[in-house]
């Protein structure tokens, strides 16, 4: 395919920070790209390099006369509040074509999954999700053959995520993406950039291949490291004896050797294999384990939303947590996942004792809030611990910081102007001094890379901590939780199995089968072959499960599974 843009040697600077280092790259026609690099490596950047909406410091980029590049915007424009779903994508066409557009609007808005009725609807009006798929096609109406997406499922619900995907595989443009989801990434892409070190790994492969094969590399690139440093080490000892002979026996030829031997072990250094630093940030967590039978206990109580004239959003019939699970709150945006973790933590801090929540007395929690809230944006790196990890010294949080990625000299820097990635690991830090016992997570992938997210996830897994997560990234809850709860129809349930969720619009009236062997599952037919379907997938997943090491196994869901095998085989039989 022919190239759409190449960068030739891009070498570029944030303040005293080296992004990019004679750094190059091609797009082309047809390409399906995924941009991957950790937090602060210069990923937007880049696409503002691309865009012409900044100049690198050196390097030049050569662009196709036919290129038309469009960047989904992040924000909604002030400006498009008060227009109509439809007035606001007509307003990014020509003038010329703005009178007789309806037919294409209209065409793209239903392609998105709006209704008829939704085009009428104020931007104002519209949900988070709608606003983001209104950008969407604000991008894409003008038929680009370039689109630059910059973190597009950050705060998504699943929903809309699921919409995007099915839309992006249709899609006839050539696009690259950022985006720290590495389902999203597989079913959306086939080509991905790492963007570390300063340059661009390039592999024709959707991400998890891809990383796959950037891991082998790595691997082969260290040992052949270590082989090198061995082989420099032999000849410097070899060259210091021989220049000690060489002066001992005033032996010229022997002193020669040695002033030979010294050079190729200069060579030898100067062209050693280089192996990746890979992201100076690292996130670690600390837990205290419990013997408490349960961290937490809800029965019979009805969610209500925040304000003067709150409504009931959900009920729960009985919710509980032992030690040592992992939970993966679910449901769509706005169903209340978020208001019943601040329902909890305000109970946890003003009524552990009363009867709406019951929290064990060993019970201590670790919240990390997805607005990251608990952070006061006029308090230092160091002062934020001083105020919120009582536990540690003065100078064990110094040298946690330095740890953990922060540099000396920015220990004083405020919180206000931290990054998101930057004000994740600080969250994660005090999380990890304090030592909880039970970590109440809502949604602690939007702000961290894709390094960060398997830190996290190994983390968690490693010391078998008690966990409360919600997230719209699909395979950090596969990864981690083994149990799963859903908003549902106004009610709590528990559910064996994300993939019926998956799959689940928020309109949906489906309703849920409860199987007595194994409590609420995701529905099955009544016919064999629905039923031998349903067999095919849990042993494949049992199967899959027990491959995995004994750590990343799941027993409580094994123990799902192998029940529900056997009221199946039992229906057969």
Not at 192 to 217: G, S, V
Request: hydrophobic share 35%; proline share 4%.
């Amino acid at each position: 395919m022919p190239p759409l843009l190449q960068c030739h040697r891009i070498t570029h600077s944030a303040g005293t920070k080296p992004l990019f280092s004679s750094l190059d790259l091609s797009i082309n026609e047809g390409d399906r790209i995924g941009l991957v690099g950790h937090n602060g490596s210069g990923k937007s950047t880049l696409f503002s390099i691309i865009n012409n909406s900044s100049e690198p410091d050196d390097g030049d980029i050569s662009r196709s006369r036919h290129l038309h590049i469009e960047t989904v915007e992040q924000f909604i424009d002030p400006g498009l509040l008060e227009l109509t779903l439809s007035q606001a994508l007509a307003e990014k066409l020509p003038g010329e074509e703005k009178d007789f557009s309806h037919y294409k609007v209209e065409q793209l808005l239903t392609q998105l999954s709006f209704s008829m009725t939704e085009f009428k609807f104020k931007v104002s009006e519209l949900s988070g999700g709608q606003q983001n798929r209104l950008m969407f096609a604000r991008a894409v109406i003008n038929n680009p053959n370039l689109i630059l997406f910059d973190e597009p499922t950050n705060h998504l619900d699943l929903r809309t995520l699921l919409i995007f995907e099915t839309f992006l595989c249709s899609v006839d443009a050539s696009y690259i993406l950022i985006s720290h989801d590495r389902q999203f990434l597989d079913a959306v892409t086939d080509r991905t950039l790492f963007l570390r070190d300063q340059k661009i790994y390039n592999f024709m492969l959707p991400y998890t291949e891809a990383k796959h094969r950037l891991d082998e590399q790595d691997e082969t690139a260290a040992a052949r490291l270590k082989q090198e440093e061995k082989t420099i080490k032999g000849l410097q000892a070899s060259a210091k004896r021989l220049a000690l002979w060489g002066k001992v026996y005033d032996n010229e030829d022997i002193a020669a050797k040695a002033k030979s031997m010294e050079k190729r072990i200069k060579k030898l250094e100067e062209n050693k294999t280089f192996v990746s630093k890979g992201s100076r940030l690292s996130l670690t967590l600390d837990m205290q384990s419990s013997r408490a039978n349960r961290m937490m206990h809800i029965e019979n109580q009805d969610v209500m939303s925040p304000g003067d004239n709150p409504i009931k959003l959900f009920h729960i019939d009985e919710f509980f947590i032992k030690p040592g699970d992992r939970v993966a709150l679910l449901g769509h945006n706005g169903a209340g996942k978020t208001t019943l973790i601040k329902e909890m933590m305000n109970r946890y801090h003003n009524d552990k004792d009363g009867e709406y929540i019951k929290f064990n007395p060993q019970c201590d929690i670790g919240y990390y809030d997805q607005e990251i809230d608990g952070l006061d944006p006029g308090r230092s790196l160091t002062e934020t611990l001083r105020d919120r990890c009582l536990r540690a010294s003065e100078n064990e949080h110094k040298t946690s910081l330095i740890k953990a990625g922060f540099p000396y000299l920015d220990l004083d820097k405020k919180v206000r102007v931290l990054s998101g990635g930057e004000k994740a690991r600080l969250m994660f830090l005090i999380i990890k001094l304090n030592q909880p016992n039970f970590l109440i997570l809502d949604e602690p992938t939007n702000h961290i890379d894709i390094q960060g997210k398997e830190e996290l996830e190994q983390q968690i897994l490693e010391t078998n901590a008690t966990v409360l997560i919600t997230s719209h990234d699909r395979r950090f809850v596969d990864n981690i939780a083994d149990r799963y709860v859903l908003i549902h129809q106004n009610k709590l349930i528990e559910i064996n199995n994300p993939d019926w969720f998956y799959n689940l619009g928020p309109d949906s009236s489906e309703q849920i089968r409860e199987n007595p062997a194994s409590g609420i599952d995701q529905p099955v037919g009544d016919s064999e072959e629905a039923i031998l379907n349903r067999i095919l997938e849990l042993e494949t997943l049992l199967e899959e499960d027990l491959a995995r090491k004994p750590k990343f196994q799941k027993p409580k869901l094994q123990m799902g599974w192998r029940e529900e095998l056997e009221a199946l085989n039992g229906k057969l039989g």
